[in-house]
């Protein structure tokens, strides 16, 4: 008889470890709090309007083509176009925009008055970033480390001579290839996916300069991101997985050392041989585990990724200004940057990312309208727990967005809709409203982050954005062939 594996979540990380589990016979069954699949990966309808609510677009497309490989799903069912140029970033001070190749030959056009030796030094700089990439992308991202001592062995294969990245932040990283402050400041954008600013991110993850530049570049899917959701569940219907929405685990039994059942929010049990919780592996393992390691005050201790404050807008009117991946940011980079984690007000000024998918998807806007989603990366809730001024966030967010690309915006507005760290909190229980999972400092990433088995229970593993590899849609999937194989290599041993 097929062994039984339950999902906790319907996020990225739980659908493809479910169609995972599925090649090797697994019965998987899906429990998920809200009312559809996706978790940040999700979609909602309003107005004529279909609006993706999270990521955008993705590196490292090839982890995708791995697992569509994987799991018999001929790739071209999910059309990916590239982006190019990458993304366009608009400073405020002199209304510059600087449009981000990966030709670099047309980047260096694009410095050419504020940095006449980009090109001779970007190569340089994006040549020791890749090398980092390739260093770490087999020995220490797309590996399991079941002991400490399994992680320390691997880093110690990562060659010697990048020991310093570690030690220098990529600001000072930057400052050694670049004088200008726009091009240090557009190279160190990462660093907030990250969860931290580039004047504390370590220089190693100058490597996600290379990821976006020369190694696979950015994609996006023709038809919208939640074609991906949509295709993963067709497939897991046709395996007979059964998805029960809108049902919250909150609690579990254990006998001895496994979990014998979890229980949702309607007192329902739910059993399994084998558990796979997609929810956030470090808040599920304090909230519901009850472990003390992770009791609401450790977990505060934890750093965690910049919360989302997303503005959902359709538009009346095309708008030829604006590219499909915007950032929009102000002239006090360095203020912003060491005040944005911890500070209680919404910023006057703030700095935002504006995604346009219907310049090319004429699926997700009415004719001539245009479908207009802002991220602006503000504190999370420990931080400012009170919302209440969203609304006076979105109007400077949307009154800047217009007067920076001359249109009266406000007065074009056909449908909006804001969700604050608070709505993203209830929503999908992301810890404190965190966009992204735990942060990526070198205290909390490889063996140091929670681990994707749990340490007392032998059938329940965990997947997605805060256990290992980290945060990210490629990183997810990366994740959840991490958690296969361990469970796959666990379940043989028996
Ligand atoms: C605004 C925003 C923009 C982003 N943009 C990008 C981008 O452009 N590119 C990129 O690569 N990444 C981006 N990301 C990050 C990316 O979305 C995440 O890394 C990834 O989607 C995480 O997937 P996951 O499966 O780990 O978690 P989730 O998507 O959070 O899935 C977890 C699921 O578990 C469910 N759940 C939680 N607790 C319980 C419970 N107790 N019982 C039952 N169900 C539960 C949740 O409802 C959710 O559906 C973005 C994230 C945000 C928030």
Sequence with gaps: MSKKALIIGAGLGGLCTALRLCQYGYDVEIVEKHHQAGGRLNQFKKDGFTFDVGPSFFSMSYEFKEFFETCGIPISKLPLTPLDPVYSVHFAKDSKRYDIHRDLDKLAAEFKAIEPEFLENVKKYLKNAGKIFHDTEHKIIKKNFPTLASYALSMATVPWHHAPLMFRSMWTELGKYFKSEDVKVIFSLVAFFLGSTPFNTPAVYSLLNYTELIHDGYWQVEGGMY??????????????????????????????????????????????????????????????????????????????TLAPFTIYLGVQGKIPQLNHHNYFLGDNFKDYASDIFTTSISPDKPYYYVNMPSKSDPTCAPAGCENIFILCPVPDKRFKPDWSDSEQLSLNIINDLGQRIGIDLQANILTKTVWTPDEWEQKFNLYQGSGLGLAHGLDQIGALRPANKDEKYNNLYYVGASTTPGTGLPIVVISSNLVTQRIIKDNEAV
């Design 227 to 304: 074609k991906i959701t949509e295709l993963i569940v067709d497939e897991l219907k046709k395996h007979g997985v059964k998805f029960t929405y809108n049902t919250e685990i909150i609690g579990f039994e254990a006998k001895g050392n496994n979990v014998k059942n979890f229980t949702s929010s309607d007192g329902k049990k739910w059993s399994a041989d084998v558990m796979v919780c997609n929810a956030d592996a470090a808040s599920f393992r304090g909230m519901v585990m009850e472990k003390p390691k992770y009791n609401t005050q450790k977990l505060n201790k934890m750093k965690w």
